[in-house]
């Protein structure tokens, strides 16, 4: 029903910056609960950030203070802008999208999932 396609990851210097975006199809995205997960080779799939209908935000302790969740429903298109980066936060950024506002900040409460952007972060 819905697809769902990051861009904008890359390779970095530690304390670089960057913004992804995930372009959503369909005609309902505000209607949507989204959010931001990521995995690193050899561990789980963690979430990142989600952002409500309402424009309520959440994040990973990690990295409140550094990352940004928004979204432009206009444009169908949901961001995460990453600033201060980090060698940790290098992993596959995914982004994803629920009709219910349960579970946000686990992987099982999303119903669509992007097939991920690759970021990278050296020092």
């Known amino acids: 029903q819905v697809l769902l396609v990051e861009s904008g990851g890359g390779l970095v210097q530690a304390g670089g910056s960057l913004r992804l975006s995930c372009a959503a199809s369909?005609?309902?995205?505000?209607?949507?609960?989204m959010g931001w997960f990521r995995q690193a080779p050899g561990k789980e799939r963690e979430f990142v950030a989600a952002?409500?209908?309402?424009?309520?935000?959440f994040y990973v302790d990690s990295a409140k203070g550094r990352f940004t969740i928004s979204r432009d429903n206009t444009k169908n298109t949901l961001y995460l802008q990453m600033n201060s980066l980090k060698p940790e936060d290098t992993a596959v950024y995914y982004c994803?999208?629920?009709?219910?506002?349960?579970?946000?900040?686990?992987?099982?409460?999303?119903?669509?999932w992007g097939q991920g952007t690759q970021v990278t972060v050296s020092s």
């Open positions: 369909g005609r309902t995205f505000s209607t949507y609960y």
């Open positions: 952002i409500t209908t309402g424009r309520s935000t």
């Open positions: 994803a999208a629920s009709r219910s506002s349960r579970a946000l900040v686990t992987t099982s409460g999303y119903d669509y």
